[in-house]
């Protein structure tokens, strides 16, 4: 199996049907209002790095990393797709993404994600993310678990 994560634009079709999975998905679990997702066009512009993961060609993953021009930025649209659960896809993007953010001279890599969703957030604490409060433009939410990584600079 080889597993390639690359930088790619989301507009395209295995990208859309991810992004369309990742929506119904959180659908089920979350109204509404306690949705966060960035839309195509909003995770084409300039402050957004976008990586797609693909297994023998075919996409099985993506995520984006969204700079707030702050010196921190935000993990986006993190989704793998059910069928290549497993295979770490899902690791191999994190460190993709926080290997980014370090050569961006980042200092903290934040998110957002639901409390219904235990498998990414232990993910993210694997990671070493801690819980913060809301940040940015969220309001404080009590479906959504917002958290942070600081960085350390080699």
């Known amino acids: 199996m080889s597993l390639i994560i690359s930088v790619e634009s989301p507009r395209q079709s295995g990208v859309i049907r991810l992004l369309e999975m990742s929506d119904a998905y959180a659908e089920t679990l979350y109204p509404a ?4 997702m960035l839309d195509l066009s909003s995770l084409e512009k300039p402050a957004v790095t976008f990586w797609v993961a693909r297994i023998e060609s075919e996409i099985v993953g993506c995520c984006a990393l969204v ?3 702050d010196g921190t930025a935000e993990i986006k649209r993190m989704f793998v797709d059910p069928a290549a659960r497993g295979k770490s896809v899902a690791r191999t993007l994190m ?10 001279r980042l200092s903290a890599v934040r998110l957002e994600t639901g409390i219904y969703q235990p498998e990414a957030i232990g993910l993210y604490k694997r990671f070493g993310y ?25």
């Open 33 to 36: 209002e306690s949705n966060h």
């Open 95 to 104: 460190e993709t993404v926080e290997a980014a953010a370090i050569e961006k």
């Open 67 to 69: 700079e707030a021009g």
């Open 130 to 154: 801690v819980e913060i409060p809301a940040f940015g433009s969220y309001r404080p939410d009590p479906l959504s678990l917002f958290m942070e990584k600081r960085l350390t600079q080699a």
